[in-house]
Antibody, heavy 119, light 110 residues
């Protein structure tokens, strides 16, 4: 079965750090661009970051640039999001998502990991 | 405030046809293809329509998408209670190197 499973969410104080992981299975992980998308409580979807298939190219939304780092380990079929200097406004469910081969949207999503930033 | 504008809510009765709009500009919808996602309560989003009007395998043909100029539309025919969900349009933003999402439309089946 093709699936993505996130882990690593939790409660962290403002200014703290957290690393999310997204384990892929059922497909050739190293062939796909991968993304992180977040959703604050009761709000809409917001793109966070993307990484190309071999990890050589990364992009970020302005709101997280300089604080978050996306990476991947193709040998472990795992995507990561290192989040530093966390703020209250980073509180959200974080989804990893696979970009459809050749473009055309995100066809596989993880179940989401909740990140709460609060003192 | 998203760069893609969707109505916050829509509603219909079982069997009815409903349409959800997504309005953008020449720099987003006008120059790239549109995707639609369905998010059922408490679950992750699901790709519903890609490349303006293509359905992934397993998506019923009751769902259809279209695009004209700087606007796109999702239509659902034969509305069913299980269609009650949030619907989001999205389009690739070349300057962002990522997608932008609409604000979402909450569909209620009366």
């Amino acid at each position: 079965e093709v699936q993505l499973v996130e882990s690593g969410g939790g409660l962290v104080q403002p200014g703290g750090s957290l690393r999310l992981s997204c384990a892929a299975s059922g497909f050739t992980f190293s062939s796909y661009w991968m993304h992180w998308v977040r959703q604050a409580p009761g709000k809409g979807l917001v793109w966070v970051s993307r990484i190309n298939s071999d990890g050589s190219s990364t992009y970020y939304a302005d709101s997280v640039k300089g604080r978050f780092t996306i990476s991947r380990d193709n040998a472990k079929n795992t995507l990561y999001l290192q989040m530093n200097s966390l703020r209250a406004e980073d509180t959200a469910v974080y989804y990893c998502a696979r970009q459809k081969y050749g473009g055309g949207g995100f066809d596989i999503w993880g179940q989401g990991a909740m990140v709460s930033v609060s003192s | 405030q998203s760069v893609l504008t969707q109505p916050p809510s829509a509603s219909g009765t079982p069997g009815q046809r409903v349409s959800i709009s997504c309005s953008g500009s020449s720099s987003n919808i006008g120059s790239n293809t549109v995707n639609w996602y369905q998010q059922l309560p408490g679950t992750a989003p699901k790709l519903l329509i890609y490349s303006n009007n293509q359905r992934p395998s397993g998506v019923p043909d009751r769902f259809s998408g279209s695009k004209s100029g700087t606007s796109a539309s999702l239509a659902i025919s034969g509305l069913q209670s299980e269609d009650e969900a949030d619907y989001y349009c999205a389009v690739w933003d070349d300057s962002l190197n990522g997608p932008v999402f609409g604000g979402g439309t909450k569909l209620t089946v009366l």
